[in-house]
């Protein structure tokens, strides 16, 4: 798989962050050892109701690219829109001679043909998936994506379940990493306390 990146790939991973995971850390360092460059943000997703501010989720995810400290990952929070095509849209602008490739999730695969102009987005940039523990990815819905023109690759990583989503629910210090605690406990953020494990 890596064989086939050149050094004009950038791949686009975007989060609601809400708040940021050891998954999230997992993905972006995994996508360092693939790609020569990665941008990330934090957006709204119109399919999610969000817990804390866009302005803190860009904290939170500022604090885990800080900590990773890799030059070659940048938060490029200008490509941050509700509306996938939207950030398509910027980030040509902004690398108008590079390949892009859109980074998702495996949990994300069933929603993505239902996103805004589903079609246009997926014949904008190339669709890389990375495969979830707790997400496995079916052949029924790979087809449906490679159906409306989908150009897939299926990452070679392997992301713990640690999610957001299990976070806010049953809040545990230990899917959280170091570097966003800070924030986190700051604002009070999710109910998590010093006193959870």
Do not use: C
């Not at 989060?15 to 050891?22: E, K, Q, V």
């Not at 990665?38 to 957006?43: C, F, L, N, R």
């Not at 052949?139 to 992301?159: C, D, F, R």
């Not at 210090?173 to 959870?196: C, F, M, Q, R, S």
């Amino acid at each position: 798989m890596s064989k086939e990146i050149t050094s004009r790939k950038i791949a686009l991973f975007g989060t609601s962050a809400d708040p940021p995971t050891l998954g999230h850390q997992a993905l972006l360092e995994g996508l360092l050892t693939l790609f020569p460059r990665v941008a990330t943000w934090a957006s709204n997703n119109p399919m999610k109701a969000h817990k804390a501010t866009l302005k803190k989720r860009q904290a939170m995810l500022n604090a885990l690219v800080e900590a990773i400290s890799n030059p070659n990952l940048q938060l490029v929070q200008e490509l941050s829109s509700p509306w996938t095509i939207k950030t398509l849209e910027r980030a040509s602008i902004l690398w108008p001679s590079e390949d892009l490739t859109f980074v998702i999730g495996s949990d994300l695969v069933s929603q993505l043909p239902k996103w805004f102009q589903a079609k246009t987005i997926l014949k904008t940039a190339q669709i890389a998936i990375a495969p979830r523990e707790g997400w496995p990815l079916s052949k029924e819905e790979l087809v449906a994506l490679k159906l409306l023109g989908a150009n897939i690759q299926i990452l070679p990583l392997k992301i713990p379940e640690a999610s957001s989503s299990t976070v806010r629910q049953e809040p545990k210090l230990l899917d959280i990493p170091h570097a966003v605690l800070p924030i986190l406990l700051k604002h009070n953020l999710y109910g998590l306390t010093t006193k959870e494990q």
